[in-house]
Antibody, heavy 117, light 107 residues
């Protein structure tokens, strides 16, 4: 059974850096794309970007290009989403999900990021 | 980028009703469309992929149709657990944008 387990909730100040994680268990991590999705409070789903763990090929939404970095560590079957300088507007729930059959068929439980001074 | 537009934004219905949600793509996406259900405080769940293929474990009252630019999600007989928000997503070309969501509420 596919299971994506995300790191815990974070509370940060504006300007701080952050790296959240998404660990796979139960399938061949390098064979499927892993994506990240943002959901701001009370809002819809936003596609941020996606990475193929096999060769680290990464694609970003223009809305998020340059704002975040997506990476993987194949040795521990983990994908990451990171910020170098957080803003209050980055406050949101962030989900990772596996892309298979041209859809996200398995999702992490979400990581809540709160950015507040 | 391909833009996805859902309608309606919200709908009220009763248990047992048939409900249809529409999703329109700004350009041809063939059948590269998925539908998701999200309940409050939970991660989304895949319902339909490839426009009309039912994901494993999803009840058969859910169905999807369409190709090109126009797609529909139909729930044939609403159950209490179906009241949630539904999203479409295109997977034809990056970025794989979502629709804005349709909130299905109890009448």
């Amino acid at each position: 059974e596919v299971q994506l387990v995300q790191s815990g909730a974070e509370v940060k100040k504006p300007g701080e850096s952050l790296k959240i994680s998404c660990k796979d268990s139960g399938y061949s991590f390098t064979n499927y794309w892993i994506g990240w999705v943002r959901q701001m409070p009370g809002r819809g789903l936003e596609w941020m970007g996606i990475i193929y763990p096999g060769d680290s090929d990464t694609r970003y939404s223009p809305s998020f290009q340059g704002q975040v970095t997506i990476s993987v560590d194949k040795s521990i079957s983990t994908a990451y989403l990171q910020w170098s300088s957080l803003k209050a507007s980055d406050t949101a729930m962030y989900y990772c999900a596996r892309h298979r059959n041209n859809a996200y068929d398995s999702w992490g439980q979400g990581t809540l990021v709160t950015v507040s001074s | 980028d391909i833009q996805m537009t859902q309608s309606p934004s919200s709908v009220s219905a009763s248990v047992g009703d048939r409900v249809t949600i529409t999703c329109r793509a700004s350009q041809d996406i063939s059948s590269w469309l998925a539908w998701y259900q999200q309940k409050p405080g939970k991660a989304p769940n895949l319902l339909i992929y490839g426009a009309s293929s039912l994901h494993s474990g999803v009840p058969s009252r859910f169905s999807g149709s369409g190709s090109g630019t126009d797609f529909t999600l139909t729930i044939s007989s609403l159950q209490p657990e179906d009241f949630a928000t539904y999203y479409c997503q295109q997977a034809n070309s990056f970025p794989f944008n979502f629709g804005q969501g349709t909130k299905l509420e109890i009448k």
